[in-house]
């Protein structure tokens, strides 16, 4: 049965949050990945990368705000220490001084793994009837898959 965030138990609201935490996380480390490729991106293709990676790093910055919302709406802390993010975090960072290909393939890897682990998170919220946060992360992994696409793309 659907539930609104109100009426799910303390411990689906905490399964759930802990799951949005992970996300949050994730899209926050590829904020910074996503703004340092930006700035160090070099090459033939600089104009156009330089203006995917800002796509990316806009639309992230957007989506780490509104998951980190969605956890205050379930009556959860909300991470918000970058300590604490890289720790959970499966995306990790990159210190940017390499070539165009790589940045684009670990970008790509990046956005793969955040497709999963909304993915992840979405499936745990419908377990327990919670289909707006469902709906968010639906709607999130299918951005980072459309990412992960575009990526994809400059590589074959
Ligand atoms: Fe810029």
């Known amino acids: 049965m659907t539930q609104t965030a109100s009426d799910l138990s303390p411990s689906a609201q ?6 949005l935490n992970q996300c949050v996380a994730e ?5 910074m990945l996503a ?11 600089f104009g156009p990368l330089h203006a995917l990676f800002q796509e990316i790093y806009e639309d992230h910055f957007v989506a780490q705000d509104d998951l980190a919302e969605r956890i205050k ?7 918000g220490m970058l300590a ?8 990790t ?3 940017g001084k390499t070539d165009d290909k790589t940045m684009i393939k670990a970008m790509q890897v990046a956005q793969e ?10 499936e745990l919220a419908a377990e327990h009837g919670d289909t707006l946060t469902e ?20 590589l074959t």
């Open 135 to 154: 709906d968010l992360c639906i709607a999130r992994g299918q951005t980072h898959e459309k990412f992960a696409w575009m990526l994809r793309s400059h």
């Open 27 to 31: 899209t926050a480390v590829s904020t």
């Open 14 to 19: 905490g399964a759930i949050a802990e799951a």
């Open 113 to 122: 793994t955040l497709a999963a682990t909304l993915a992840a998170a979405g």
């Open 93 to 95: 960072e990159h210190d």
């Open 84 to 91: 604490g993010m890289l720790k959970r975090s499966k995306v």
């Open 73 to 79: 709406a379930l009556d959860a802390h909300a991470e």
């Open 35 to 45: 703004q340092n490729f930006h700035w160090n991106v070099t090459g033939m293709a």
